[in-house]
């Protein structure tokens, strides 16, 4: 592990820095990418491999696995089956295919969760909005765990708006139930929540989503005020923030929507702009906003957010700041917390930006790599997904 703040403060010559990157393209390709900085804000992007085949016809997702070296990919497929794939990444992080589980296609996002270090299974979100579960260690005859399929195409309260119903393919981005993502210890209970008050995985009710917005990723958060959920809202465009509580040990979620702010700041996202991403990072939120060009032709916006992790948790926005690509699909903050990993997936790049951790600013741009071909507007194609491999 490196520090870039670390090696500057200490005044040191630097070395070669250098970090890993795991990149998936809906046309195939999973790559690994090489990250080499001159200093704290130039660098280069290259591929160091790739695997062409291993995560079937249409790789949508991945969970990097760094303690078991592994590398998880979830295929959309929409031909009638899929694949749920394991990759296994040597020291260099070059990826060999190692497993795959067949599925029944249209997953749109995946994550490790249960077991006693919270890696016991794997759940996928499958379009149209169904939640499946399997079991660690994958293979050709793991098979969905009947009694946690989620299905909820009989989609609840009535109220949303047009979009917001499963089932709705044919949208630009995946029709999904909200994917809270692990919380040590209760990662179990944050990966099965729907949007209106469907039933979890395990059969325990729960409550709490705001009808019309559809959550599409989530984050738990400790604060001051007590445990928080950050929700990403792709219809709306908007982040939400919940109360959470749990009826006991093992418990029933609730979540107590407190605050929403819109993802565009000052104004609400139009029709055409859909937000993609979240993520936290100290007392920083961040949401990706896909098709606003606010910042030039095939340019779209992050928002950044400050949160009061010392207060309630409320958040309050920062500012926009540039993607450095279109439809920002995926994006992560390094372990380190002083550069930003960016998918552009209609440009089928992948940015790194860098990161002020006191002050949760963006930019300048280190590094960019471009990784044909191209998606088309509004299509299912281009870069899927980008992860730190740390
Ligand atoms: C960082 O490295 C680049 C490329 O070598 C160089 O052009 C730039 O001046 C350097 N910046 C700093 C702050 O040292
Ligand atoms: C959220 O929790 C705080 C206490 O931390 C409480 O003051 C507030 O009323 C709660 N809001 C909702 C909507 O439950």
Not at 142 to 147: C, V
Request: a neutral charge.
């Amino acid at each position: 592990m490196w520090s870039t703040a670390l090696v500057l403060a200490s005044g040191l010559a630097s070395p070669a820095l250098a970090a890993k990157l795991i990149a998936s393209h809906f046309s195939g390709p999973v790559y690994t990418l090489d990250l080499t900085l001159a200093n704290a804000t130039s660098g280069t992007l290259k591929i160091a491999s790739q695997v062409d085949n291993g995560c079937g016809r249409i790789p949508a997702w991945l969970t990097v696995d760094k303690a078991t070296n592994s590398v998880y990919c979830f295929d959309e497929s929409w031909y009638g089956s899929g694949v749920l794939a394991q990759f296994a990444a040597d020291d260099q992080a070059v990826l060999a295919p190692k497993a795959q589980a067949p599925t029944l296609g249209n997953s749109v996002f995946g994550a490790l969760y249960g077991g006693d270090d919270d890696k016991g299974f794997v759940v996928t979100a499958d379009s149209p909005s169904t939640i499946t579960t399997y079991k660690l260690p994958l293979s050709a005859s793991s098979k969905p765990r009947p009694e946690a399929l989620l299905h909820h195409a009989q989609a609840g309260p009535p109220a949303g708006p047009p979009g917001q119903a499963a089932p709705a393919r044919g949208l630009p981005g995946p029709d999904q139930a909200v994917h809270g993502r692990a919380r040590p210890g209760r990662g179990r209970d944050a990966h099965l929540q729907d949007q209106q008050g469907h039933r979890r995985a395990d059969g325990l009710p729960h409550r709490g989503f705001a009808v019309g917005r559809r959550p599409r990723h989530g984050e738990f958060l400790e604060t001051k005020g007590g445990l928080r959920y950050y929700s990403l809202n792709e219809v709306a465009s908007s982040v939400g923030m919940y109360n959470v509580t749990y009826a006991g040990e093992g418990g029933c979620l609730t979540l107590d929507l407190v605050q929403t702010l819109s993802t565009f700041g000052d104004r609400k996202g139009q029709t055409t702009e859909k937000a993609a991403e979240l993520r936290i990072a100290g007392d920083f939120l961040y949401a990706s906003n896909r098709n606003d060009q606010k910042f030039g032709k095939e340019l779209d916006s992050l928002a950044i957010f400050k949160l009061d992790t010392a207060g309630e948790g409320t958040m309050s926005f920062m500012e926009l700041t540039n993607s450095h690509g279109f439809f920002p699909r995926p994006f992560e903050i390094n372990k380190a917390g002083d550069l930003v990993a960016i998918g552009g997936q209609t440009t089928a790049n992948v940015a790194i930006v860098a990161r002020d951790a006191a002050t949760g600013k963006l930019g300048p741009l280190v590094a960019n790599i471009n990784l044909p071909p191209r998606g088309t507007y509004m299509g299912e194609d281009g870069l899927s997904a980008v992860l730190w491999y740390e």
